[in-house]
């Protein structure tokens, strides 16, 4: 199915975004794993974080859920059971690299499959780890899902140096470091998310660039209330809306604020965006805030390879911000993009080709220059919610028709999206 979204001339008002994921994800599974009753406000209800709650109630966590608040009944340290069945991420690398970890420590057998997508990316990067704990899991020959996990006789604690800026690999290493007595140390030279240590209170050290992070039985969830802050990711393509578009101003409530999360507003602020945040406030560690952004005249930069862990969900909005900016837009250093839900890289390459727009592809990125060619256009979300979100802002910055093909992805991340973007619409 193609969807169009009605042109309009401007944005203003405030708007009220759902939950973050990676925080959703983290307090669905740290509920489900603390003895206990625990409450996690204003989740995610989307189909990513649906993964990650049908995983943990199989292992026998009970969720009950009230507007966008969860109750969670959680199993504690060796109360989770053997699922009845597959144990299904659907979509979702977050919820099966970072159950790889919880599931690889248990003492029954299990197996975890994604869908199509899902069972092409990567899982040697968590298989590599955890086997060195002597986990027992077996992948397909293409290192890859199903993963089957059987319970070993020898799981023990690791010092693992992280050889991919993945916070997804870095959490599964503590994840199942919560099941030894002996500490975990996880040695990280790029900074990644950090939502694991701050919602499981970690001991972090900074040596030079390098990050240690420390974990043992003693961290292990215990029941707590989590409010989770609207999801700066989501929050990215508004604001990028809103930049471009003339005469506009939006206020965002509430958004998550975490150092290792806001490089895509230090991008932007050194391409001259007027955005400001107000309101800041702290839970958890995890710092959050209202963000005002204004129409902006925006020039392109050099993007630094340091800040493109901090940035990489956003690549795909941000260039369309490149492509409306003064100059080339180039991102380079950001292979990585090409293990997400598509193949970003080649998925960004293809559409922005459709458009008429001068591309090239690198093996670690892509650049951008010229315009958009004048002509109607069907673009494929590849079936990748950023991509879809990225190209349906594009959609109203152009005068011609563009339609994308299967953009329901967008429930993997923001199901509201559309309904976002008509409230603010003018
Ligand atoms: C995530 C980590 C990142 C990010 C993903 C969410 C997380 O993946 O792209 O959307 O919640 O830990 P990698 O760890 O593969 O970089």
């Known amino acids: 199915m193609i969807t169009r979204i009605e042109k309009i001339s401007s944005v203003s008002g405030t708007l009220v975004l759902p939950g973050d994921k990676s925080i959703s994800h983290r307090a669905v599974m740290f509920s489900s794993m603390a003895e206990g009753k625990s409450g996690v406000i204003n989740f995610l209800d989307s189909e990513d974080i649906a993964s990650t709650r049908n995983c943990f109630q199989q292992l026998g966590a009970e969720i009950k859920r009230e507007g966008d608040e969860l109750t969670i009944w959680g199993c504690g340290r060796n109360g989770f059971r053997k699922p009845q069945k597959n144990l299904d991420a659907g979509n979702s690398g977050t919820t099966a690299r970072l159950i790889s970890g919880i599931l690889a420590a248990q003492t029954f057998e299990s197996v975890l499959v994604g869908d199509e997508s899902l069972s ?42 992280l050889p991919v800026a993945s916070a997804q690999v870095k959490s599964a290493v503590l994840l199942a470091g919560l099941f030894n007595r002996d ?3 996880v040695r990280e030279p790029f900074i990644t998310r950090d939502h694991t240590e701050n919602l499981l209170g970690l001991d972090v050290e900074v040596e030079n660039s390098l990050r240690i992070i420390r974990v043992n039985e003693n961290n292990y969830p215990t029941p707590k209330e989590y409010i989770v802050p609207s999801d700066i990711s989501s929050a990215a393509f508004f604001i990028v809306l809103t930049l471009l578009l003339k005469n506009s101003e939006i206020v965002i409530k509430d958004i998550l604020l975490n150092e290792t999360r806001t490089g895509i507003l230090t991008v ?16 958890i560690g995890e710092p959050f805030g209202d963000l005002i952004v204004k129409s902006s005249e925006l020039n392109n930069i050099s993007i630094s390879s340091e800040i493109v862990p901090n940035i990489i969900d956003e690549i795909p909005i941000l260039s369309v911000a490149g492509l409306f900016a003064e100059g080339k837009f180039e991102i380079r250093n950001a292979e990585e993009l090409r293990y997400k839900e598509s193949d970003r890289i080649n998925a960004l390459v293809e559409n922005y080709k459709r458009l008429g727009v001068k591309v090239e592809n690198f093996n670690d990125g892509f650049s951008l220059e010229g315009g958009v060619a004048n002509k109607s256009t069907v673009l494929d979300s590849f079936g990748d919610h950023r991509i879809a979100m990225a190209f349906a802002v594009l959609s109203l ?30």
């Open 120 to 161: 092409k990316r990567p899982m040697k990067r968590i298989a590599d780890p955890l086997k060195k704990m002597g986990a027992d899991l077996k992948l397909t020959d293409e290192e890859t899902l199903p993963i089957i996990f059987t319970p070993s006789s020898n799981f023990h604690s690791l010092d693992y140096t």
């Open 268 to 283: 932007l602020k050194l391409m001259g965006a007027d955005i400001s945040a107000d309101n800041v406030k702290n839970y």
């Open 183 to 185: 500490y975990t140390i």
């Open 397 to 426: 910055l152009t005068e011609k028709e563009i339609g994308i093909e299967n953009f329901d992805c967008v429930k993997i991340s923001n199901p509201t999206f559309v309904k976002q973007l008509k409230s603010i619409s003018r």
